[in-house]
């Protein structure tokens, strides 16, 4: 019988099936499998106004590390309800008799702004209303500095958020701009039936314009007490500059609130403009001037923090600013300084932090200020940027602030027409431009792309600077030494995208050409650059040329390099017996195609050629390797196949040795028996040279005369390419000939001049049947079958040529 169902058995299989426990949050409590759990939160929020301050900041971790995280993941009804309980009695928080109640309240208020942003619009107006009322208390900003902190940094988390809604809207409105009434309403119905809805900004800017009267108000206070003590406290000093941060917000708020862009249909007009800006905010800022000259007169560092954040403010304010309030003159001295004392400042981190603002807006308050108000200033920021390290983040700012004043594509002013004075610091911002590029490289890799993108951008707007100021450019590439010797630049290590712009200078930056032609040629030889850069950089030179900026025996000079230059690897592509090598044939071969390409585009063959035929001839001279050779020969027959240039004995001797190598590099590999790959490369080597035999029939004859005397054994009159040690074999030699004459023969084009050549190659024959019919000992058996089986294909081909008489075919046959 088998066990009876239920009891413990019953309890062990059902167990087995359900699924093993979450982990039990923080506290032992997991508030996500309660049904009622707004229920429970309606009983814990009623401890938001406890009077023990011990029950409070429990259920601040409450809600912080449980409640919180679970409602996240609740629908939007139930986290809507519940956050509405929790905000009512936050409010009334705010409102209790007791400060340290009122305190935690915004401290309650903080943690759910974080947590769920998008609530807070349902209850700004409410909550600025209570900070207008706390931050009013005198209690507060005389007594307790940390429960003054407590209050703004939840000020700035509010303000931050209106901040960011603000610019979401504005790109919601740039995407509605161009809709239809329909649509725009449709638009609208959306956003009223929303959760996160968008502030009621014309009630809300009145709260925030009292809120900057009480934060001047606070700040001039701090000013005060910090100026009187002997030393700098911590929670002052964080006082003070939370104050200055939230002031910064109103501001910016304001600022984007006077240029908010109007839309059809008066659905979003708003009433703010400068003027509203001038009485609302800027009348408030003449005692935080004030207070600026203050803390001018301090040593301490914190001090100069205090100022950086003063002069923030005001920097944004700048097209608004009148010079009869605020001082123009003085106040670009104040900023001035601020650029000459940052170099003291040893805290790297507080100087990135708080000078980064400062340089962004240095652009507008130079196109703002008045024009002998500027030197100074364009003097201190233009010794700030050199003193710049390329591994601080500030040069970030810099590389933009600089771009903003020499290009117009950001602000739609021409710095340099309007009378601003930024002209006489161009050079020397594009001096440093190099610089900065070439040590970032190794230091900073992100600013390189930055310093790239800009260089470009100045050679575009500006088509014909004085390169000159950016010379050590050249360096990117390479440095040519005395002896003609090339270094390599970082060039070939440089990021894809960096070298697309690099690349695309060369295009704008002419006049370094001249001196980059050799360095640049190095890199593209280099096995570390991709074919698709090396390809790119000679459609650019190709381009530049055509645009009337690149000389043309420079571009032949860059194009020949590399044709005679560049190191093929054949690899697999010829052989299958080496797999482990990379072949870059294919990509020689594209080369070769695009170099042809541009020669083809420059003009008059044949004076093309006359222009380069010096250099050309050298590099032929110098004996490269087969594929270079046929790369050089291919550009003789692009430009100007029937030349009489070729019509000299060392250019023959060249181009017989250049055949019989690749007759014998086949032949070897025939050997071990018919591969088709070795066949096609031959034909391919043998091409160029078939196009010149057929335009030039006295290359033709001399080159068999040549081949003549390479089968009696008078090598040295040819020219190997590879170095080879020519074999002593005759049957070696004949069959290396033959195999040329061959696949000449084949070339029905070539016929008519071979018949030329007639002679000759009846006295190859001849040779051959001579050397057949002696008894000598040099002649083995095995290499007489060889020559007789090379005489019979060579007479079958030549007879094909049709132009023998009957007496010459007489005596060519061989005895048996």
């Known amino acids: ?369 008045p024009d002998d108000s500027k030197e100074h200033l364009l003097e201190a920021f233009t010794d700030a940027f050199r003193g710049c390290k390329v591994d601080c983040k500030l040069i970030f700012p810099y590389l933009d602030a600089v771009g903003e004043m020499l290009l117009p594509e950001k602000t739609g002013t021409w710095f340099a027409e309007d009378g601003s004075g930024v002209l006489g610091y161009h050079d020397v911002w594009i001096h440093e431009l190099p610089r900065i590029l070439l040590q970032s490289i190794d230091k900073a890799p992100s600013v390189t792309k930055v310093v790239l993108e800009l260089l470009l951008r100045i050679g575009q707007y500006f088509p014909t600077l004085d390169c000159e100021n950016l010379r050590p450019f050249i360096k990117l590439f390479g440095v040519e030494s005395s002896s003609g010797a090339v270094e390599l630049g970082p060039f070939v290590n440089l990021a894809r995208d960096c070298q697309e712009l690099a690349t695309s200078c060369l295009y704008y930056f002419p006049s370094l050409l001249p001196d980059i032609i050799g360095p640049l040629a190095s890199c593209c030889l280099s096995d570390a650059l991709e074919p698709l850069v090396l390809f790119r950089v000679v459609e650019v030179l190709q381009s530049t040329y055509k645009a009337g900026s690149l000389q043309i025996t420079e571009l032949l000079s860059f194009l020949l390099l590399l044709m005679a230059r560049f190191r093929v690897h054949p690899g697999g592509l010829v052989t299958s017996g080496n797999p482990s090598k990379v072949s870059n044939w294919d990509t020689f071969k594209s080369l070769n195609r695009l170099i042809l390409t541009s020669l083809s585009e420059m003009g008059d063959g044949s004076l093309v050629l006359e222009l380069m035929w010096n250099n050309l001839s050298n590099a032929i001279a110098k004996k490269p390797s087969m594929h270079n050779m046929n790369g050089l020969f291919r550009i003789i027959v692009t430009l100007d196949a029937g030349t009489n240039k070729l019509m000299n004995e060392d250019a023959v001797k060249l181009i017989a040795g250049y055949l019989v190598d690749a007759s014998l590099d086949l032949s070897k590999t025939i050997e071990g028996g018919f591969q088709p790959d070795k066949t096609r490369l031959f034909q391919y080597f043998i091409k160029p040279c078939t196009i010149m035999f057929d335009k030039n029939d006295k290359v033709l004859c001399s080159t068999l005369e040549m081949l003549k005397s390479f089968i009696t054994g008078d090598d040295h009159l040819l020219s190997s390419l590879s170095n080879f040690n020519y074999p002593g074999e005759l049957s070696c030699r004949v069959c290396a000939v033959t195999t040329i004459l061959i696949f000449l023969c084949n070339d029905r084009k070539l016929h008519r001049n071979l018949s030329f050549g007639k002679s000759v190659i009846k006295g190859i024959l001849d040779y051959i049947r001579h050397q057949l019919g002696s008894s000598g000992p040099n002649v083995t058996y095995e290499e007489k079958q060889k020559l007789r089986s090379a005489f019979e294909q060579l007479k079958t081909k030549a007879l094909q040529l049709n132009c023998w008489d009957r007496s010459e075919l007489e005596g060519l046959s061989i005895t048996r």
């Not at 968008?198 to 000013?223: D, H, R, T, Y």
Request: proline share 3%; glycine share 4%; net charge positive.
């Open 1 to 369: 019988m088998g066990r009876p169902k239920g009891g413990a058995a019953a309890s062990s299989s059902a167990s087995s099936k359900k699924p093993k426990p979450k982990p039990k949050q923080r506290g032992g409590v997991d508030f996500k499998k309660y049904k009622h759990k707004v229920a429970i939160i309606e009983k814990l929020q009623e401890r938001i106004c406890d009077t023990d301050k011990v029950v409070r900041e429990s259920l601040y971790s409450i809600l912080q590390s449980m409640i919180f995280p679970s409602l996240k993941e609740d629908n939007a009804i139930s986290t809507r309800s519940t956050l509405f309980l929790l905000m009512a009695n936050i409010l009334n928080g705010m409102t209790h008799l007791s400060i340290d109640i009122q305190l935690m309240a915004f401290r309650f208020l903080e943690l759910v702004v974080l947590n769920f942003p998008s609530s807070f619009s349902s209850y700004a107006e409410q909550a600025f209303n209570n900070f207008i009322a706390v931050l009013s208390n005198d209690r507060i900003n005389l007594h307790d500095r940390n429960k003054l902190n407590s209050v703004l940094s939840g000020l700035g988390h509010c303000l931050s958020l209106v901040a960011k809604t603000m610019e979401n809207d504005d790109i919601s409105n740039r995407q509605v701009h161009d809709l239809s009434a329909r649509e725009l309403w449709k638009c609208t119905s959306d956003e009223d039936n929303s959760v996160g809805r968008a502030f009621a900004m014309p009630n809300l800017l009145v709260k925030l314009q009292s809120l900057v009267q009480i934060l001047i108000n606070s700040v001039e206070v701090s000013a005060s007490e910090l100026c009187a003590k002997s030393a700098i406290d911590a929670s002052s000093s964080e006082a003070l500059l939370s104050a200055l941060h939230c002031l910064d917000i109103i501001c910016r708020i304001f600022i984007h609130e006077v240029k908010k862009p109007q839309l059809r249909f008066s659905i979003s007009k708003t009433q703010f403009g400068p003027d509203w800006l001038r009485s609302s905010l800027l009348i408030h800022l003449k005692n935080l001037w004030g207070v600026k000259r203050l803390f001018h007169e301090k040593e301490d560092g914190k001090f100069f923090i205090f100022n950086l954040k003063i002069a923030e403010i005001f920097l944004c304010l700048s097209a608004w600013i009148d010079s009869t309030m605020f001082p123009a003159e003085e106040f670009c001295h104040f900023v001035s300084s601020l650029f000459a004392k940052a170099k003291t400042l040893r805290n790297k981190d507080l100087m990135e932090m708080y000078l980064s603002p400062i340089i962004t807006c240095i652009p507008d308050l130079i196109f703002n200020a």
